[in-house]
DNA sequence: ACGGTGTCATAACACTGTTATACATCGGAC
DNA sequence: GTCCGATGTATAACAGTGTTATGACACCGT
């Protein structure tokens, strides 16, 4: 079936110029007309593959989840083996890495970026997987190994995750100034409050 | 001088317009010829007094930031005197509040849903005065009081900001979901890590 | 009364997403 | 080999957007 790998073989194709029109004009810059002529074609190219519009930034909307979750995958290489703490540090230490980085992805997945679009229930169900699902293994790892304490894994990860959320939803937002002992600082707190002992 | 009560009339007219037309609709929605419609007027409107959407898009961002710093101060009406870190949660409480209420300002303010938009410098200054300078007073009490320990006011702040932001923005975005019982313990966090004596 | 200033509505421009239409290309049937 | 249907593409047109230019009108100081 040499047919449907061509079709998603365009599809990436189409998907990876969005991709970078977007990183470069940022999610303003996001037309048919210039995707479809980065990718070498014409506007139609994006209504026979993705339907429209919306369709293509559910596409992009999910891809900027894949790229987080493997910068969260690249943050933990370096980690200290599972059950460790330091390992949700270094995955929030690389979603505010992300986030700096890649600012425009980052509207897209969390701020309403893109103008009439909003993602359908199963699309944030599989982006929050593709991330939350690794912080929720880890927070896990903690509390089966002993070195955090907490009622759930899914409560302490949300903690965990909103916080670094906040505080890289923040700074992209031009509010506030985090240096990297701040960043530290932050990423220990919700750790710190669920140490054994108390 | 009845001409400059005039102009800021006009203007604040126009003004509540777009926040009506924002509510309604949502930022999608916020089409000049919408506003100058609901305003009893024409286009022109919008370019004579504030000259062109990026200004009137500045003033609602404002806009935006009044209002959340009027529902921090509403939600500290019926909180403990200053220097009880209850009233450092009930900013919080209020902030989440404001965020699920107003999903559309909220947007603006940090989700870039304006889609040619980047407030200037100085209006995010403007902002964070009317909002985050609030946090900072209380949390200052706190201090002077005794009842909170931090190397800085602005560092626990920030801290608390943060936090608070995080989960507002993760839940607005479709993220998260947080019962009452879970947004008091986020609420709670980042001041239980700052209680006197460890 | 007059000229100047400023505000207004209208119309036009370039741009957007979307849709309809026509053209081209391909794979099978007879 | 020749047709047929189907599929993908490009072009052009549509309604909508922000913006700008144009002309009409009211007001104000001289």
Redesign the pocket.
Known sequence: MPEVDD?AD?RRLVLESAARVLAEDGPHG?????ISADAG?????V???FG???GLADALYSEGFRRLGEAMRNGLRAAPPAGDPDRIAAIGGAYVGFAKQEPAFFSVMFGRAIP?FTPARGTTALGRECTYGQLVAEVQACLDAGTLVASSADQLARLCWLTVHGLASLEGAGMLSADDAFVEQVLRTPLEAHRPRG
Do not use: A, E, F
């Not at 074609?41 to 190219?45: A, F, R, V």
């Open positions: 079709l365009r996001l037309s048919l007309r210039r074609g014409s506007t139609q190219l209504y026979t593959l429209g519009k919306p009439g």
